[in-house]
């Protein structure tokens, strides 16, 4: 504990004291369990080893300059992994049950919540996924559910600082009507490769054209992409793209700070007008995107001039921190506290 330095800390796995899980049999799930092991003991024959029965979510706790540690919108989370189990024919949590793990996984480990003002946060991770034996493809009738925390600092090395991205033309994360509506391990793994060569091409991330037409853009890696023009915040309708919270959260900021909100197909010709463009997401916050490169025409959109972040990406960007950290008014209840 002593030697964290929580201003450098990575977005990774850091061991802390306890996670907690819950096991769902007989159509019905037990009570709450606490321990302090990191493995997990599953049949071999589990169906999120052979076909994928598997949703996350993510969520941050912060410590406020009160003392008081903040959940940003989590019934948005429950609410999530409940589409995801539906979508993949799990269980469902209950939203209580996932508030209930969501709390006592931050509670007892406490002391891993960042101090304020490090920058650094409590990564919430909760886990679903199938535990039952089968070996035809069919949902398990068992699940287990878990909540780990882990204490991270920002997901892009970068920081609040500008990240250059390159578009994937030969890779997509998700079919059209497939899964990439919900937050399900499948989507992640279909985005290695090319996650792998954007970083070897060295960019921070790939950017995600529709699958169908590759004519419009979806998301950015891990995180929903928005766009600044004329005052308006612009960011794509796709039924193949993730609902993000934050997303969700900046789009009532930017009607608070009296823009215009666009969601709706962004065509990817449109990224030469924008003047701003930025992903978001809880692991994300708001990062903004200095290059965009389109390996198809060898095209780079160019935005942050003199290599800083736009003015309203800047605005948005301490709006929401200051709601999440508990330095301005929640007037739009997103905050839970963990007593
Ligand atoms: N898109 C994808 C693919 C993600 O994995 C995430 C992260 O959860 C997001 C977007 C951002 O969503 P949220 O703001 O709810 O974290
Ligand atoms: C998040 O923003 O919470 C995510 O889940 C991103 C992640 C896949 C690292």
């Known amino acids: 504990m002593e030697n964290i330095v929580w201003e450098n800390l990575p977005f990774g796995y850091f061991k802390t004291d306890y996670n907690i899980r819950c096991n769902y049999r007989n159509g019905k799930w037990g009570e709450l369990e606490i321990t302090s092991s990191e ?18 979510e993510g969520l941050k706790a912060y410590m406020g300059k009160d003392g008081k540690i903040r959940l940003f919108r989590w019934e948005e989370n429950a609410r999530r992994m409940g589409r995801s189990a539906d979508g993949i024919q799990m269980a469902k949590v209950p939203d209580e049950l996932f508030h209930q793990a969501v709390l006592k996984a931050v509670q007892l480990n406490k002391k891993f919540v960042p101090p304020y003002g490090t920058g650094a946060s409590l990564y919430i991770r909760p886990l679903l996924f199938g535990t039952g034996a089968e070996v035809g493809v069919k949902a398990a009738k068992e699940y287990m559910f878990m909540v780990f925390v882990t204490p991270v600092g920002p ?17 997509d994360r998700a079919a ?12 992640y793994a279909a985005s290695l490769v090319s996650l792998d060569i954007a970083h070897h091409s060295g960019y921070g991330t790939a950017l995600y054209l529709d699958a169908r037409e590759k004519k419009y853009i979806d998301e950015c890696g891990p995180a929903n992409f928005f766009g600044i023009r004329n005052n308006t915040y612009i960011t794509p309708e796709s039924k193949s793209i993730l609902p993000s919270i934050t997303n969700m959260s900046l789009v009532e900021l930017a009607k608070d700070l009296g823009l215009k909100v666009e969601r709706r197909p962004v065509p990817i010709e449109e990224l030469e007008q924008f003047e701003e463009v930025g992903a978001c997401g809880t692991a994300a916050v708001i990062t903004p995107i200095r290059k965009i490169f389109d390996p198809s025409t060898n095209k780079v959109y160019s935005y942050c001039r003199d290599n800083q972040p736009g003015p309203i990406s800047v605005k948005l960007y301490n709006k929401l921190i200051a709601i999440q950290y508990g330095d301005e008014p929640d007037t739009h209840g997103w905050i839970t506290f963990v007593e």
């Open 39 to 56: 493995y997990i003991s599953v049949h071999m024959a589990a169906t999120a080893l052979h076909y994928g029965q598997e949703a996350f």
């Open 155 to 171: 997901y892009f090395k970068e920081g609040f600082k500008p990240v250059d991205i390159m578009i994937s033309r030969d890779h």
């Open 176 to 187: 059209p009507l497939g899964t990439g509506n919900i937050k399900v391990g499948g989507n």
